[in-house]
């Protein structure tokens, strides 16, 4: 009874490793973002692409990792690693993209402070009618 119980609890653990390495999979391409604040200094377009270029990146991801299981958990740990790194510097790239974008709309936002009073009369024309 002991033996059968033994098998079950292996083929439980090999499940639970399953289960566990798609988590891992996921956790390693997820690098930490603070909620994707940065991603909102993108624009449209730079969001669009960063979001493609990860999309691409994990589904090849997830194609090695299939065949690098087959190949022993370090080959596994090693191609997961491989494309942490691979979303770490795709994720690093566009953040600094981010921001570019916001030192150039924080430059723009003191430009404005930075007129005189004067001038926001006159671009709003003036009338107090």
């Known amino acids: ?3 059968d119980d033994k098998a079950d ?16 999979t996921k956790a390693a391409a997820e690098p ?6 940065w991603k909102q200094q993108l624009s449209g377009k730079q969001r669009n692409n960063f979001d493609d270029e990860r999309s691409a990146l994990r589904k090849q ?10 190949d022993g ?11 942490a790194r691979k979303e770490g510097h795709l994720v690093k790239e566009y ?10 709309q924080q430059a723009q936002g003191s430009e404005l402070t930075k007129m005189p009073p004067s001038m ?6 003036g009338d107090d009618a």
């Open 95 to 104: 953040q600094k993209l981010a921001a570019k974008a916001a030192k150039k």
């Open 120 to 125: 926001f009369l006159a671009a709003d024309g």
């Open 9 to 24: 609890d292996k083929k439980g653990d090999d499940a639970k490793s399953d289960d566990s390495e798609a988590d891992d």
């Open 61 to 70: 991801a997830a194609h090695e990792f299939h065949y690098a299981k087959l």
């Open 32 to 37: 930490a973002e603070d909620a994707g604040s």
């Open 1 to 3: 009874v002991k033996d």
């Open 73 to 83: 958990t370090k080959q596994l740990k090693e191609m997961q690693g491989e494309y």
